[in-house]
Every structure is written in structure tokens, then in C-alpha cells.
């Protein structure tokens, strides 16, 4: 029976290739960080407030235009028919019906004009919420008809990873030998289209030579909103609001790129206090409970995303699984807010977290 989350890891582990199972649950190094994301909620406690409840909840957020049935949306993962056939459709179905924001990796094993027209074949009354993510490339007319096409297949914000000058090192993908996708599997989105030889698949460029001036160029070729994922410093933040940034998606790349970075709910209240409010906030990076979802918007994040619960509901029960982690994580949520006096996530305010003194939490 699945009842949360890490349930859906437990069978996922039984039911992938192990050395496939290592990738998604891997982090970076000794893998610090990634244990950090989720030791940094549990270290926080809830104060709820009584005597002003609600009897039905509002969990719906408006986030960049995307109307969403509550405040936690996918993030951005890789290749996801390396855990079960369909893949990102799965994913798109299960999170349109969900009316989740799914942030598109540009790593996808699906096509984005594919998986928009699956999430769209899911929801035919309304538009489901999708975002794409980039990785800015060197070869930037490459990059801008990248852009065209995830604009074209109707993704409505561009969720930009600056956290991979090169990319991190997982030892249990070197130890694996894992080191390029089996035979049939590609990053669709990476296929030329028109130049280059037809056909053929580009290797994503993690370039360390990306600077500022990307950003300005990007915010020149396209009129959808930009989000930085994967700023951790407070005067990086500083930074992207004079570069005209629209949101930041506070991310430490789920503890894969640079092992050792603070975990991302003990950075939200200075990355929140940097912006002062001019741009949303968002975060990412172990959220596996209704609680930390709870604890990161009272704290100031306007929404938090999920990368391997998606992956583990996919591997366990493709689309029905996702499905099922999207339902649970709502139920959580809105289980909490009415044991937090919370009619609303409005009432969600920073003097309902309380720091665990050291030792007991
Ligand atoms: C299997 C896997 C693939 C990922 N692929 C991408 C990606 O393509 N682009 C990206 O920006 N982040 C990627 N991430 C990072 C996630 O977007 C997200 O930051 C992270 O998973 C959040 O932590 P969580 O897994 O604890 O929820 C990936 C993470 C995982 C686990
Ligand atoms: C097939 C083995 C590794 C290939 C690396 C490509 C990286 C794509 C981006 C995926 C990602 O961000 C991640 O965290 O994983």
C-alpha cells in the first residue's frame, strides 16, 4: 500500500535496474548535500495556532501566468523513460490531471512538443501548466530555436539551471559505469531539427565560460518568464533581480551538483530577504512531506517542487504513481494546514517554524 512518499521509493527500488535506481537517488560525492535537504526539514518544528481553522482549504496558487491546484509542481528530471516506458508522457498526463505545474527538463527522453501534447490530450477543457527547463548552450542559436520550440509547444516560463558550470559527480553512476543512456534513449529535445546532420542527437554542454551576459541575452530573445534555478548565494540574488530576472527556484540540484552546499530550506530566509519581496521564491530539494511543503511556504517560498518522488511514483506505477505522489503530497498538505489553524496559505507566516535545539531534532 502506498501512504507516502517513501513508499514509492521502496518499491521503485525493487522494481528499477539498480544501477538505474543509483542514478536518480544518487547525489554528489559523499553526498552531504543530499542528505542535508531533507535533515534541514526535519530540524525545523511546526508552532500551529488553534481556534481559527477553516473547513475547506485553498491550495490553489497562481504562479507566472499558471493557475495551479496547489503549491507544489515538478521539477525539472531527466530522462524518465529510463524508469518506465512512457516516460515523460506518463508524467505530463499525471500531472495535468493533477493540475501540477511540470517543469519540462530539457534532458527529456520525450520530446517537449510530445510531452505538451500528451498533457493537453489529459486535460482537454483547460491549458495544463508547463514550464521548460535549459541549460543555457554555448552555441546559442541552437539555444534560441530551443527556446522557440518550447515557447511554441506552449510551455509558459523558461526555469533556466545555473548551477552546472560542469556537471556534478556522482560516484555511484562512475562506480556503475553509467555513464550514457542504453540503446533507444536520447534527449529528444536535443535532436537537430534542421542544421547539423538530420537526425543526429547534440551531448548537452555544461559550460563554465556561461556568465551574466547569458541571462541578458536570454531576458533580449524571449518575452516568457525567466527563473534562475540553482542560485544559492544571497548576492547572486541580488544579482538576478538587476538582470530582470522574474523568479529564482532556490535549488541546490537535489545535492547533485556541489557537494557540501547548505541544504535549500536553511537558505530560503536569507535568499528571501535578499529579494524583499520584488520576485518569487521558490524551492526545491527533499520535500517528501505535506509538513516540509508547510514549513518552506511559512518561511517564504511561494511554492516548492519535487524531483524524486515524481521519479519514484513514475518507476513504481507510471502515470497512476505520479498521479498517487502529487495526491498524496496535496492530502499531506492540506492535512496540515487544518492541524496548523491554516484556512489558507496566506496564514502561513515564519512564526509557525521553530529551529529543533541541536541535538533533538
Ligand atoms: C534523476 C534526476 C534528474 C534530474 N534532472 C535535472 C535536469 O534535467 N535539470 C535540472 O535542472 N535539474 C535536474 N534535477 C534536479 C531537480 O530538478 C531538483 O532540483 C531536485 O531533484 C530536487 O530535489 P529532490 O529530488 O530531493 O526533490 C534532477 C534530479 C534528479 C533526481
Ligand atoms: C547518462 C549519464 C549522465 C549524463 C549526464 C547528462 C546530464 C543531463 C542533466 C541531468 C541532470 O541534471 C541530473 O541531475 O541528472
Known amino acids: 500500500m502506498f501512504l507516502n512518499v517513501r513508499d514509492f521509493e521502496e518499491v521503485a527500488r525493487t522494481r528499477l535496474d539498480p544501477?538505474?535506481?543509483?542514478y536518480v537517488a544518487g547525489g554528489a560525492r559523499d553526498e552531504v548535500t543530499l542528505r542535508a535537504n531533507e535533515e534541514?526539514?526535519?530540524?525545523?518544528?511546526?508552532l500551529p495556532r488553534v481556534l481559527r481553522g477553516r473547513e475547506k482549504r485553498e491550495l490553489d496558487v497562481s504562479l507566472f501566468g499558471s493557475r495551479a491546484s496547489m503549491p507544489v509542481l515538478l521539477s525539472p528530471t531527466a530522462f524518465h523513460r529510463l524508469v518506465h516506458?512512457?516516460?515523460e508522457l506518463a508524467t505530463a498526463r499525471a500531472a495535468a490531471a493533477a493540475g501540477a505545474i511540470m517543469i519540462v527538463s530539457m534532458a527529456s527522453t520525450v520530446a517537449v512538443e510530445e510531452v505538451a501534447a500528451a498533457a493537453r490530450a489529459a486535460v482537454p477543457d483547460r491549458a495544463p501548466a508547463l514550464w521548460f527547463q535549459l541549460y543555457l548552450q554555448p552555441d546559442l542559436e541552437f539555444t534560441e530555436a530551443l527556446v522557440r520550440r518550447a515557447t511554441e509547444a506552449g510551455c509558459t516560463a523558461l526555469v533556466v539551471t545555473v548551477d552546472s558550470p560542469v556537471l556534478g559527480l556522482s560516484e555511484r553512476n562512475k562506480r556503475n559505469g553509467f555513464t550514457d543512456l542504453p540503446e533507444g534513449l536520447r534527449c529528444e529535445n536535443l535532436r537537430e531539427l534542421r542544421g547539423g546532420e538530420p537526425g543526429s542527437v547534440r551531448q548537452i554542454v555544461m559550460s563554465p565560460e556561461l556568465s551574466w551576459e547569458h541571462v541578458d541575452w536570454?531576458?533580449?530573445h524571449t518575452s516568457l518568464p525567466i527563473l534562475l534555478k540553482g542560485v544559492l548565494h544571497p548576492e547572486d540574488a541580488r544579482l538576478a533581480l538587476r538582470h530582470g530576472v522574474d523568479g529564482l527556484l532556490l535549488s541546490n540540484h537535489g545535492g547533485r551538483q556541489l557537494d557540501s552546499v547548505p541544504s535549500t530550506v536553511d537558505l530560503l530566509p536569507e535568499?528571501?530577504?535578499a529579494v524583499g519581496g520584488r520576485i518569487p521564491v521558490l524551492l526545491d530539494g527533499g520535500v517528501r512531506r505535506g509538513t516540509d511543503v508547510v514549513k518552506a511556504l511559512a518561511l517564504g517560498a511561494a511554492a516548492v517542487g519535487v524531483g524524486r518522488p515524481v521519479v519514484w511514483g513514475l518507476a513504481a506505477d507510471g502515470e497512476r504513481g505520479v498521479r498517487r505522489v502529487l495526491e498524496l503530497l496535496r492530502e499531506e498538505l492540506d492535512h496540515t494546514l487544518a492541524l496548523c489553524g491554516a484556512g489558507s496559505l496566506r496564514d502561513l507566516t515564519p512564526d509557525l517554524v521553530r529551529?529543533?535545539?541541536a541535538g533533538r531534532g
Request: proline residues 9%.
Open 218 to 220: 536570454l531576458r533580449r
Open 40 to 46: 534541514g526539514f526535519q530540524r525545523l518544528s511546526l
Open 85 to 87: 516506458p512512457e516516460g
Open 271 to 273: 535568499m528571501v530577504d
Open 355 to 357: 529551529r529543533t535545539p
Open 19 to 22: 544501477v538505474y535506481y543509483d
